[in-house]
């Protein structure tokens, strides 16, 4: 059973930074995709970057070159390091892995993240 666990979530102030990881277990990470989604109370989760087990990367729009996603099989880990934070950055942040075999998606938790002076 694929498990991901997500952290590094937190409250920071408008400009700060911040770096979720989101550490996968079950399975090696090679075999799948990964991505960061967000989602606010009453509105539909959303995409904001993914990363393929090439390494190539896509993010939505409102990132603006504000956000790097990188992965690191050997740790089983993925991350999205997140600078220059805005308030309407404040969501919570999911991991998605979809597998390259099945295209199964699985998802973490999730983690807060709160942009507020």
């Known amino acids: 059973q694929v498990q991901l666990v997500e952290s590094g979530g937190g409250l920071v102030q408008p400009g700060g930074d911040l770096r979720l990881s989101c550490a996968v277990s079950g399975s090696a990470l090679i075999i799948y995709d990964m991505g960061w989604y967000r989602q606010v109370p009453g509105s539909q989760r959303e995409f904001v970057a993914r990363i393929n087990s090439r390494g190539s990367t896509n993010y939505a729009n409102f990132v603006e070159g504000r956000f790097t996603i990188s992965r690191d099989d050997a740790k089983s880990t993925v991350y999205l390091q997140m600078n220059s934070l805005k308030p309407e950055d404040t969501a919570v942040y999911y991991c998605?892995?979809?597998?390259?075999?099945?295209?199964?998606?699985?998802w973490g938790q999730g983690t807060q993240v709160t942009v507020s002076s």
């Open positions: 998605n892995a979809q597998s390259q075999i099945s295209l199964k998606d699985y």
